[in-house]
């Protein structure tokens, strides 16, 4: 069935039988999730409330009267907020010249007017979806895809039949992240409202089936630490191991494949920062978010130049050049690729902390790509670095057939020098649990000679660490914000707090309510 904005909504097949849904925009949008036995597929299928023939009509009536009469916001204005203003009054105005008009939804009219006008158009469903990690179009006549956080790769029912439709929508997307695209430059790289990352490519000019893109979504609403643990990423011990790590600047690599959780596993992560530490994040893509004041943002900028100029680039390598003026505590890089992995070694090597992501598997194949051509980091640098951990996914079947895609931290080593790592937490799949062997950490015998203490303060010092994460997960602390008040009041109020979490654990296995989710 077509629908306004040049998309077509796929129709469902008979074998399709639904095992998820969820609102998306209710009462008007909602996420289907189908299961196909024969062929062991799912489909994802936005369900959205039709328009009427008449109410189609009005519609485009209603559209034309937007185009020409909206005007720009005044300066100072909040857009989206403007619009919806706009839009409201024009719809009220056009309502009232027509009198009673039955079987007209003037409601639903302004959630097709406001997803068209303001929204994302026929992807907008989508964009809502707090599921959804990525949106892509791999060109006309292929179903829209979406990376899905509990099923991972999925068809949707939204195809684009019209090559003409779909570089108007590229075109569209591209404006609102204030980027341009066309014939002459048909790729765009750029940031949407919201922080959403937008790639594309511009008719036939680089691809061969027409336009494509890509959104990668930011969350408003982080993954944080304690959603980690809820859902059996990482344990709590693990948790309290890499808050004492972070507290003493030791350095760490978040190793994954693409889509393995990197990014995510390092915004948690990084959330254990001692908040009196000073901070700079290092990035292509604004992509972190810290609950730390002392904390500077950095972003690399594009070239200006055409072709192979490379006019007014700054890169990573120069910003972590420039992050060691600020003097922080702790050097987090989103991700390194090339020579600026050197540039963080030798960062952390003069004193400061340092987080980063890399693609490998383990920590062997971590270590040889950064000694490696285009890394180019030193082997006597690796000491430098102080521990390594992978988040991989991983499949778990249901008696049904159908299955879901869950995430864990399956193995934190630590580096003492080049081919020297010993593994300290191991997922153990069996089970479901991650086991550890906190008496093999070097690390923690280091940090105890740091601080003047015994064996012994350690493992009760973990055991502390590990209650107040336990607390904040079985008290639903999720917010990013949250978690930071109570590290916070973990060194101010020390005593105060661990009374509280006693009390709380306590009233908790009284009641039998220990239990975590998956």
């Known amino acids: 069935m077509q629908r306004a ?17 969820y609102p998306l925009n209710p009462p008007w949008a909602y996420a289907r999730i189908l299961f196909n036995k024969e062929n062991g597929t799912y489909l994802y299928a936005i369900d959205e409330v039709g328009l009427s023939p008449l109410e189609r009509k009005i519609y485009g009536i209603l559209m034309n009267i937007m185009i020409h009469e909206l005007q720009p916001p005044p300066s100072g204005v ?8 706009k839009a409201k009054e024009i719809l009220r105005k056009y309502a009232i010249r027509m009198g009673r008009t039955p079987g007209v939804s003037w409601a639903k009219m302004m959630y097709y007017i406001e997803r068209d006008v303001i929204g994302y158009g026929y992807i907008d469903p989508l964009m809502k979806d707090p599921f959804i990690e990525d949106i892509s179009c791999d060109g006309v006549g292929k179903p829209i895809y979406v990376w899905h956080r509990s099923y991972e790769s999925l068809p949707t029912n939204i195809r684009i039949d019209d090559e003409d439709a779909l570089d108007s929508f590229l075109v569209r997307l591209s404006h609102m992240a204030g980027a341009h695209i066309s014939v002459a430059f048909p790729i765009v790289d750029a940031i949407l409202p919201g922080g959403h990352r937008l790639a594309g490519t511009f008719k036939k000019e680089v691809t061969t089936k027409g336009s494509t893109f890509t959104i990668r979504k930011f969350r408003e609403d982080p993954i944080t630490l304690v959603d980690m643990i809820g859902w059996k990423n990482l344990s709590e011990e693990m948790g309290a191991y890499l808050w004492m790590m972070l ?19 390092l915004n948690a992560i990084a959330s254990l920062i001692r908040p009196s530490m000073k901070v700079v994040t290092i990035e292509d893509t604004p992509e972190l978010r810290l609950p730390l004041e002392n904390w500077v943002q950095l972003v690399t900028r594009q070239s200006y130049g055409i072709g192979t100029e490379k006019i007014g680039e700054i890169n990573l390598f120069d910003l972590i050049k420039v992050s060691l003026r600020y003097r922080p505590d702790y050097i987090i890089v989103g991700e390194v690729r090339g020579e600026e992995a050197y540039a963080l070694m030798q960062a952390v090597a003069t004193g400061h902390g340092g987080l ?31 521990f390594a951990l992978v988040t991989k996914r991983h499949m778990i079947i249901a008696p049904d057939g159908s299955f ?17 790592y010993v593994e300290i937490f191991k997922w153990d799949p069996s089970e479901d649990v991650h086991r550890a062997e906190i008496s093999k950490s070097t690390m923690l015998k280091k940090i105890a000679e740091i601080r003047g203490k015994d064996w012994n303060w350690i493992l009760e010092e973990m055991e502390r660490r590990r209650q107040v994460l336990e607390y904040l997960r079985v008290e639903n602390k999720r917010f990013y914000l949250d978690i930071a008040k109570i590290i916070r009041m973990y060194y101010q109020k020390p005593e105060d707090l661990m009374r509280e979490v006693g009390e709380k654990l306590l009233f908790k296995a009284e009641r039998g309510e220990e239990g975590r989710e998956n």
Do not use: C
């Not at 904005?5 to 849904?21: C, H, L, Q």
């Not at 920590?363 to 950064?370: D, E, G, H, M, S």
């Not at 879901?404 to 020297?420: A, P």
């Open 404 to 420: 879901q895609i869950v995430r864990r931290i399956t193995n934190l080593w630590e580096i003492n020098d080049y081919g020297d």
């Open 247 to 265: 507290e003493h600047k030791m350095t760490g690599l978040v190793l994954g494949v693409t889509g393995s959780g990197k990014t995510t596993a």
């Open 78 to 85: 909040e857009i989206m907020q403007y619009f919806r203003e």
């Open 5 to 21: 904005g040049g998309a077509t909504f796929i129709e469902i097949g008979p074998n399709y039988k639904e095992v998820e849904r």
């Open 356 to 386: 980063t992501t890399l693609h490998a598997e383990n920590v062997i194949q971590a270590v040889n790509r950064l000694t490696s051509e285009p890394m180019n980091t030193p082997k006597s640098f690796i000491p430098f670095l102080n």
